[in-house]
């Protein structure tokens, strides 16, 4: 588990529209990297191509590679399904299964990986649900609807799900902000554990948060409408945030954190 | 986008999805500031527009609403004396006769068996078909072919139901002749499969009958099927594809459980509507005097199919009366049937969160 991503020469295209060029960018293991930039620029639709989640867009299309601890996730004769089974995703908008019950939410992924003994899937579900900092709040409605819990609770649900299959890589879009202040922070602190066991890619239009929990982080910018998004620069985060190299990075960053 | 729709969703008031026509629309928030209210009590400002729309609305829903309790009313008034003359059980005779007012003897349960029989077999085999190709047309097929495949189905429910009854009569019956046989012969010791009232080789039967019932009830369960299956969330889609699902498990994880009960709904509109055919059940099904053996190879009369052959009869109020207090139990068992369709779907609309 926890591998790096070495992401080399990626373009993507939405049919005709090339959304995003010529990205290359490397993640570092067990640390956290931050996407941020405008809205439209192009983060979430990078993220999605790291565990081929761009492709389900009919008419979406991949140029370049992605390369998990060395094997390239695009190339020809790799499933796209065992790849997002070992790249997990926590999407912006919490979407646990609503008629499932809280247990089987977290066991999904387990159960669709073929896991059937129900020791194993006992001691996963809480041992997920404690990773994500849930298990004190939900340890006695494990067999309630998931549908049935907070917002914040949702997306901790959402991200237990995601560990419990014990990914290479966790994704995170925007996982907070459809969120409280609290929630938030409840979200923060996780991310600051699981980074000891996983490598984590975080895209958040909040620049405070990116500052507080990445190690690393990649700017992204639209250089004019129309055209396609771009990596302006990636740097240590302190870098980034205090001293950029790029002159379009410190006018993002001042017009919003300074 | 998916945020809005999610939180529209949530927002609505859980039960009251069926009031939505008569309530007063919202005022439109203007653009220009509105003063604050200075007299307490003063009347809400409603604009004309929605006033009228108002009123359209809850008057179509009153037209609607009367014209059906009319029909109701109308069936309840020509019924009663003809069953006060009946000398039979009405619900469990199988006998009819009607013909001399003087002696009137009629039931409905012939009637009932082969109305619900045929629309039983028809459900049976139009359920599974129709799931799969409303599955097939919103998850698997791409664009360009689920469109026209979507239409030609839609197209069955254009042809005439006296041609769906030529069709089974003319061709499918002696298709489906030496099948029936073969049926009866192997599965005759299960009580719904032994001989019927006529022989299982003669074709028109309950047996024909439902399957042209399914086909005639395929666009419907389809469509609203499709309609419903369409309408899982894509967030779910991608939580579950996300998580490494197979096409086939985003069907099974998010697909289904929310789209079942709208499925089941649609199922439920459909046997509706097979309860009510008439034309396509009374040329197909072949006349006997014979009481039902209780088998798919059964043939006799439908409720409906009862009533059109009956016309000639209608020479006298109490004979009509009794075709009519036939026709009573056949509306109000579609009614509750589409009630219930109703029910089931709108609590597929409003039960998930
Ligand atoms: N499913 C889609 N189909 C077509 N275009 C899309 C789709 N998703 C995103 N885009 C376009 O790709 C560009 C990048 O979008 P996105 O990756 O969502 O940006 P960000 O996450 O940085 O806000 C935008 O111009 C957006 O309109
Ligand atoms: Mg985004």
């Known amino acids: ?258 | 986008m998916t945020e809005s729709t999610n939180s529209e969703r949530r927002s609505a008031p859980p039960g009251e999805t069926g009031n939505t026509l008569v309530e007063p629309p919202e005022t439109p928030v203007p653009e220009e500031p509105v003063t604050p209210p200075s007299e307490p009590g003063e009347k809400k400002v409603v604009r004309l527009g929605d006033r009228v729309f108002q009123s359209v609305a809850t008057g179509s829903g009153i037209f609607v609403v009367a014209i059906i309790a009319a029909i109701g009313l109308f069936l309840l008034v020509r019924a009663i004396p003809a069953l006060h003359a009946n000398e039979a059980n009405f619900l469990l005779s199988g006998q009819w006769r009607t013909g001399d007012p003087e002696n009137m003897a009629f039931g409905i349960i012939d009637l009932a068996w082969i109305t619900v029989a045929s629309s039983l077999v028809a459900l049976i085999l139009a359920m599974p078909v129709a799931g799969g190709i409303a599955l097939f047309l919103t998850q698997y097929a791409p664009k360009v072919l689920a469109r026209p495949f979507a239409y030609v189905v839609d197209l069955l429910a254009a042809v005439p139901s006296v041609i769906y009854g030529l069709w089974g009569a003319l061709v499918l019956a002696p298709v489906l002749k030496p099948v029936a046989v073969r049926l009866n012969e192997t599965l005759g010791w299960i009580p719904i499969f032994a001989d019927g009232n006529v022989p299982a080789g003669s074709g028109s039967n309950v047996f024909t009958a439902g399957i042209v019932l399914a086909v005639m009830i395929l666009p419907i369960i389809t469509g609203v099927a499709r309609e419903v299956f369409a309408r899982t969330p894509a967030v779910q889609i991608e939580g579950a594809l996300a998580l490494g699902a197979t096409k086939w498990e985003v069907v099974r994880t998010t697909v289904w459980p929310f789209g079942r009960s709208g499925f089941v709904g649609g199922a439920m509109l459909g046997l509706g509507r097979a309860l009510g055919e008439t034309v396509a059940l009374t040329v197909i099904l072949s006349y006997t005097f014979e009481g039902p053996h209780y088998s798919i190879f059964d043939a006799g009369a439908t409720f409906a199919s009862r009533i059109a052959l009956g016309s000639a009869e209608f020479n006298n109020n109490l004979t009509v009366g009794a075709y009519i207090a036939a026709g009573l139990v056949l509306f109000i068992s579609t009614f509750a049937v589409n009630a219930i369709a109703r029910w089931i779907e709108s609590g597929s609309a409003r039960g998930k969160e």
Not at chain 1, 11 to 16: A, P, Q, R, T, W
Not at chain 1, 82 to 96: D, L, W, Y
Not at chain 1, 139 to 167: E, T, Y
């Open chain 1, 1 to 258: 588990m926890a591998k790096r991503l070495d992401i080399k020469d990626l373009n993507l295209y939405y049919n005709k529209f090339h959304a995003v060029r010529d990205v290359t960018l490397q993640v570092h293991a067990r640390s956290v990297t931050a996407f941020i930039g405008p809205s439209g620029c192009g983060k979430s639709t990078v993220l999605r191509a790291l565990n081929r989640m761009h492709e389900v867009v009919p008419g979406s299309r991949v140029e370049g590679s992605v390369l998990l601890d060395g094997e390239n996730v695009y190339a020809p004769g790799v499933d796209p399904v065992q790849v997002r089974r070992t790249i997990g995703m926590v999407f912006q908008r919490a979407n646990p299964f609503p008629t499932m019950s809280i247990r089987d939410n977290v066991v999904a992924g387990l159960k669709l990986a073929g896991v059937k003994d129900k020791k194993r899937l006992e001691e996963v579900t809480e041992r997920s649900l404690r990773g994500a900092n849930l298990w004190e709040e939900v340890k006695d409605r494990l067999n309630k609807p998931g549908g049935g819990l907070s917002g914040g609770q949702q997306q901790r649900l959402c991200i237990a799900r995601a560990i419990a299959v014990q990914p290479d890589v966790l994704l995170m879009d925007e996982p907070c902000s459809a969120l409280d202040p609290i929630s938030t922070l409840a979200i923060e602190d996780l991310i600051a554990e699981l980074k000891k066991d996983y490598t984590i890619v975080i895209v958040t239009h909040n620049m405070q948060q990116a500052a507080r929990v990445s190690d690393q982080t990649a700017f992204f910018n639209l250089p004019a409408v129309g055209e396609p998004g771009q990596l302006v620069e990636i740097g240590e985060t302190g870098k980034i945030f205090s001293n950029p190299s790029q002159k379009a990075t410190e006018d993002y960053i001042s017009g919003r954190f300074g």
